[in-house]
């Protein structure tokens, strides 16, 4: 089974500066996604970026990158200019790329990041 | 605006009652999922359905049944409502190895 552990339960950062929310995970296989979502407080869950293992290239969303070190099994993530609307909870996510037949492919979330923009 | 429409936004149960989250998606989504979020502990699957009436086990179905009649709905049942099934319950919806869509989630209270 798949593992996902989110070290930081809170992060806090200046309004504009940079932060990276760490991330690592634990999984035998060699293909699979992993994904960012933020919770702001009206609960609904956004995607905020995905990667694919099999892409050595990092993805980016315009201000959202991640840091992806398979080797390492590390997925960062990291928000240039923070603005206050990226306040929010961050939750790093796992799915596996094998389809089993037959079940639906669950995603296998951290415990999440809450993370606060001082103005 | 494709969506996931979770029927209550907040719920106040009592110990041992019989309790229905609905989940409707709109999007013609084969799999549907249950989630469980609990501060400090994130998310975590319940159950999921890959297509009308059938049903698959996540990582903590204890207490819980589900039923899927239609495409477009899913249940989770709580069959006698326990205090430590106070929680938020997510609903989601993806095409096969497509991108989930949430719900608003239902915060439930059991007294």
């Known amino acids: 089974a798949q593992t996902v552990t989110q070290s930081q339960p809170e992060m806090s950062v200046q309004e504009a500066e940079t932060v990276t929310l760490s991330c690592t995970y634990d999984?035998?296989?060699?293909?699979?996604?992993l994904f960012w979502y933020k919770q702001p407080p009206s609960r609904q869950m956004i995607l905020v970026i995905r990667?694919?293992?099999?892409?050595?290239q990092n993805a980016t969303e315009n201000r959202f990158s991640v840091n992806f070190q398979k080797a390492a099994k590390s997925f960062s993530l990291k928000i240039s200019d923070s603005q206050l609307g990226d306040a929010a909870m961050y939750f790093c996510a796992y799915r596996s790329y094998q389809y089993s037949g037959g079940g639906a492919d669950g995603l296998t979330f951290g415990k999440g990041t809450h993370l606060i923009i001082q103005p | 605006d494709v969506k996931v429409t979770q029927s209550s936004r907040y719920l106040v149960k009592r110990t041992g009652e019989k309790v229905f989250l609905e989940c409707v998606q709109d999007?013609?989504?084969?799999?549907m999922f249950w989630y469980r979020q609990d501060p400090g502990l994130g998310l975590r699957l319940i159950y999921f359905s890959y297509d009308v009436k059938m049903k698959e086990k996540g990582d903590i179905p204890e207490g819980y049944s589900v039923s899927r009649e239609k495409k477009e709905r899913f249940s989770l049942i709580l069959e006698s409502a326990s205090t430590n099934q106070t929680s938020m319950y997510l609903c989601?919806?993806?095409?096969?190895?497509?991108?989930?869509?949430f719900g608003s989630g239902t915060r439930l209270t059991v007294v």
């Open positions: 999007m013609d989504h084969e799999n």
């Open positions: 999984t035998s296989e060699s293909d699979y996604y």
């Open positions: 989601a919806s993806s095409f096969l190895r497509g991108r989930y869509t």
């Open positions: 990667q694919e293992a099999y892409k050595q």
